[in-house]
């Protein structure tokens, strides 16, 4: 059970916005709204592929402790893509040990990315996935479960447009 009592869901049954982060996070509705702002903007408005984002968001779940996180990810598509992987290896290097970044890896990202998607998924691996799982970590989100996390999913997949 969380920590704190959750809102009711929306009788719209939006899947997001339902979900269980949301609804706690809900409790103050301004602090939501601007967290979703943000999140669909970088989601479904940037240059990065939601793919790839969603990819990023499944690996940092399990090293932050939100076990909600976590288990949205379970049962999606194996994402083997080159910048994908990139991008995996660098979000899990971020929640391991955000000091340890260095120039380096930011010329490795050059040359798969350019600097406004660097932007974009730093913003992303940072303040939207970490952020956000972190929130659920604290406030003692329990796993969603499957019928949430398959919701979750469709309503990311039906979201998604191509870039």
Known sequence: MPRIEPVPPTPDGNAVT??????????????????????????????????????????????????????????????????????????????????????????VLREDFSDDEIVELVAWICIVAIGGQLFGAVMGLEAADPEEAAAYGAAVDALARPR
């Open 18 to 107: 339902n979900s269980l982060l949301a609804r706690v996070m809900g409790r103050r509705p301004e602090i939501l709204k601007a967290f979703g702002r943000l999140d669909t903007t970088l989601r479904f408005k940037g240059n990065l592929p939601v793919d790839l984002l969603e990819a990023v968001r499944d690996a940092t779940a399990g090293k932050t402790g939100c076990e909600y996180c976590a288990s949205l990810g379970e049962g999606r598509p194996d994402r083997a893509e080159a910048r994908t992987s990139l991008a995996v290896a660098f979000a899990e290097q971020v929640a391991d040990d955000p000091a340890a970044i260095d120039d380096s890896m930011f010329d």
